[in-house]
């Protein structure tokens, strides 16, 4: 400008220094509200600042954590699997959604997203280890339900019985387990087993239709009508 001025251009110039000034001050004061534990304050900073810098891959990653600290965790997968895609060999945000689809009890979404990460850095320590994690368990669940399908119980109790002990930590994954294993109680004529653990599960989960239909057969089996 300084070489070629125009009052169209400068204006314009300026219009965008005054933006670009704003800018930093807000991503100055969305980091001092991060660092403070405020995720709330940050997000709403956040979100000022990605209205203009749309293809800012880090702090779209930043926001996700505030997300996942705030306890939204679809809302940070969507803007880390934005970040995935803008920054090339994002290995940490593949890393990140498919730890958050784990958390959620998402095994099959947490496998693809991990072999994404492997895909691109097939030495990634923590990558490598939450995909043995994930994939030990996706087989086990995925065998426990097709010997439900075989009508194989006992032995699709004794699988259930290992996912929960391949995870126990995450509480998603034993309350399933649970669940399926009153059914397969259900189906073997165990009334009595079945209406004790169905009754575990729904005091955790008051509306989880499933266990709610598989107590309602175990207490057939009792001639329990009433209940």
């Avoid at 001025?5 to 400068?10: A, F, K, M, T």
């Avoid at 934005?82 to 090339?88: D, I, M, R, V, Y």
């Avoid at 945000?93 to 998402?106: N, T, V």
């Avoid at 004529?189 to 107590?215: G, S, Y």
Wanted: charged share 35%; with cysteine.
């Amino acid at each position: 400008l300084k070489s070629n001025p125009s009052n169209n251009e400068e204006k314009e110039a300026q219009t965008q220094l005054t933006k670009s000034d704003e800018l930093q001050r807000l991503h100055s004061q969305a980091l001092s509200a991060y660092q403070q534990e405020d995720y709330e304050a940050a997000i709403s900073l956040l979100d000022e600042i990605l209205a203009v810098c749309v293809w800012d891959a880090e702090l779209r990653e930043l926001r996700a954590e505030c997300y996942i600290k705030e306890g939204e965790p679809s809302k940070a997968i969507s803007d880390l699997k934005a970040a995935a895609k803008l920054k090339n060999d994002n290995t940490e945000a593949f890393y990140k959604i498919s730890r958050i689809y784990y958390q959620l009890g998402d095994h099959e979404l947490s496998l693809s997203e991990v072999r994404e990460c492997l895909k691109l850095d097939q030495d990634h320590k923590q990558c490598f280890s939450l995909y043995k994690q994930v994939k030990k368990l996706n087989k086990q669940i995925e065998s426990a339900e097709e010997l439900i399908r075989e009508g194989r119980y006992e032995d699709a109790i004794s699988k259930y019985n290992s996912v929960m002990k391949t995870e126990p930590e995450v509480p998603i994954y034993s309350t399933r387990a649970k669940e399926r294993i009153c059914h397969c109680l259900s189906k073997n004529q165990q009334a009595t087993e079945a209406i004790k653990l169905c009754t575990e599960v729904l005091q955790l989960e008051p509306t989880n239709v499933n266990a709610l239909k598989d107590r309602a057969e175990a207490y057939l089996l009792e001639d329990m009508y009433e209940e």
